[in-house]
C-alpha cells in the first residue's frame, strides 16, 4: 500500500534558524514523485517543491530544499533561514497510480517564534 | 497567469440539502482534481479529469457526489442530500505534465462546507 507518514505534528524554531520538517513513504512502484506543500490559515494549499524518483540530486528552490533519501525511504523538507511568515501546516504528498493523484501525509503544524 | 479559483469559499447548508461547488483551473492545465480535507487531517483525493472525461472516482465518492467537467475546462462537485459527515473542506487543483518537472497540482483556495 502506498502511504505517507509525518512523525511531527508540531514543530517550533526560532526566527532565522534552519528546521527540517520529516517525511517517509512507503511504495512499491519504482516511478514516483515526492511535493511539499505549505498551508496556512487562509486554506490555500501552496506547492513548495518536487523530487522525482529517479532524480539524482536533491531538489532545492530558494530557502526550501528537500533531503531525498532513497534507500531509507524518506524525503524532509529543509527550510532554511526562517521566516514569520513560514508559520503553517507543511504536507508531504506522493504521487500514486496512475493518474497521478496525490496521497497526503497528516501534516506537521510549524511556529516560527521571533 | 491566474490561479486556480473555487466558488463559493464557504458554503453553509442544512441537513438534507443539495450543493454545488465550482473550480476553474489554470487555463492550459488538461488534468483537474478533487480533494477533501476533514480538520487536522491532509487531504483525500476524490476524483480525476483529464479533459473532458473523469478517469478515477475514490471509493469516498458516494453516490451522492457527482462531479462533472463538461467541454474540458470549469468543473463542477455536487453533493445531494447533504450529511453532517460532508462537512470539511472541498479542494480542487489542476495540472500538466512538463518533461523533466513531474506533474505538480496547482491548488485552489478551496471551499469550506458546513452542514447544520
Known amino acids: 500500500a502506498q502511504k505517507i507518514t509525518q512523525t511531527q505534528p508540531g514543530m517550533f524554531v526560532q526566527e532565522k534558524e534552519a528546521v527540517t520538517l520529516d517525511c517517509t513513504y512507503d511504495?512499491?512502484?519504482?516511478?514516483?514523485?515526492l511535493f511539499w506543500y505549505k498551508q496556512p490559515s487562509s486554506g490555500e494549499m501552496i506547492f513548495l517543491i518536487y523530487?522525482?524518483?529517479?532524480?539524482?540530486q536533491n531538489a532545492t528552490e530558494g530557502r526550501y530544499s528537500l533531503n531525498f533519501q532513497k534507500a531509507r525511504k524518506s524525503a524532509n523538507l529543509v527550510i532554511s533561514a526562517s521566516q514569520l511568515g513560514d508559520s503553517a501546516m507543511y504536507f508531504c504528498?506522493?504521487?500514486?497510480?496512475?493518474?497521478?493523484?496525490?496521497?497526503f501525509g497528516a501534516g506537521t503544524r510549524l511556529a516560527v517564534h521571533p | 497567469d491566474t490561479g486556480v479559483s473555487q466558488n463559493p469559499r464557504h458554503k453553509i447548508t442544512k441537513r438534507g440539502q443539495n450543493v454545488t461547488f465550482r473550480c476553474d483551473p489554470i487555463?492550459?492545465?488538461?488534468?483537474l482534481y478533487w480533494y477533501r480535507q476533514t480538520l487536522g487531517q491532509g487531504p483525500e483525493f476524490l476524483t480525476y479529469?483529464?479533459?473532458?472525461?473523469?478517469?478515477?472516482k475514490s471509493r469516498l465518492l458516494s453516490d451522492r457526489f457527482s462531479a462533472e467537467r463538461p467541454k474540458g475546462s470549469f468543473s463542477t462537485l455536487e453533493i445531494q442530500r447533504t450529511e453532517q459527515g460532508d462537512s470539511a473542506m472541498y479542494l480542487c487543483?489542476?495540472?500538466?505534465?512538463?518533461?523533466?518537472?513531474?506533474?505538480?497540482?496547482?491548488f485552489g483556495p478551496g471551499t469550506r462546507l458546513t452542514v447544520l
Open positions: 487543483a489542476s495540472s500538466v505534465r512538463l518533461a523533466g518537472v513531474g506533474d505538480t497540482q496547482y
Open positions: 511504495t512499491s512502484d519504482p516511478s514516483y514523485g
Open positions: 479529469f483529464q479533459n473532458e472525461a473523469q478517469l478515477e
Open positions: 504528498a506522493m504521487e500514486a497510480g496512475g493518474y497521478n493523484k496525490l496521497i
Open positions: 487555463s492550459e492545465h488538461n488534468r
Open positions: 523530487q522525482g524518483s529517479y532524480d539524482q
